[in-house]
C-alpha cells in the first residue's frame, strides 16, 4: 500500500506564510502527477496546485503569484510554498498523488490522499 502524510500546517496571520510537505512511502514504483488540494467548511474540495514528473505546473487562479509547488523526486516528497496568505485561504489541505504499485503480473495505477492538514489564516 502506499501512504501520504502531509505536515506543515498551522495557524498564521494575513500576509504571512506556511510551507506544506507531503511524504509518500510504501510499495511505490513510480509517482505520476502529485497535487494539493483544499476543502473549506461546507465547500467542495478543490485543487490548488499540481506538478507532473517532468515539473510542469498548473494552479488554481486564486493562488497564482503567491503559491509555489514543488517536488523532491528522490525523496517521493511533494512541497507547497504559501505566500501573502489570506483569510479565504483557511481550509484542510489534501496531499494527492497517482502513484503505480508493483503487482505480481505487472503494475497498478492508483489514486491516494493523504490525511489533509489544516491551515488557518487570521485577519
Known amino acids: 500500500q502506499v501512504q501520504l502524510v502531509e505536515s506543515g500546517g498551522g495557524l498564521v496571520q494575513a500576509g504571512g506564510s506556511l510551507r506544506l510537505s507531503c511524504a509518500a512511502s510504501?510499495?511505490?514504483?513510480?509517482?505520476?502527477?502529485m497535487a494539493w488540494y483544499r476543502q473549506a467548511p461546507g465547500n467542495e474540495r478543490e485543487l490548488v496546485a499540481r506538478?507532473?514528473?517532468?515539473?510542469?505546473?498548473n494552479y488554481a487562479d486564486s493562488v497564482k503569484g503567491r503559491f509555489t509547488i514543488s517536488r523532491d523526486n528522490a525523496k517521493n516528497m511533494v512541497y507547497l510554498q504559501m505566500n501573502s496568505l489570506k483569510p479565504e485561504d483557511t481550509a484542510v489541505y489534501y496531499c494527492?498523488?497517482?502513484?503505480?504499485?508493483?503487482?505480481?503480473?505487472?503494475?497498478?495505477?492508483?489514486?491516494?490522499w493523504g490525511q489533509g492538514t489544516q491551515v488557518t489564516v487570521s485577519s
Open positions: 510504501g510499495n511505490i514504483f513510480s509517482i505520476n502527477a
Open positions: 506538478v507532473t514528473t517532468g515539473s510542469s505546473t
Open positions: 494527492n498523488a497517482l502513484v503505480t504499485t508493483p503487482q505480481a503480473m505487472g503494475v497498478s495505477l492508483g489514486n491516494y
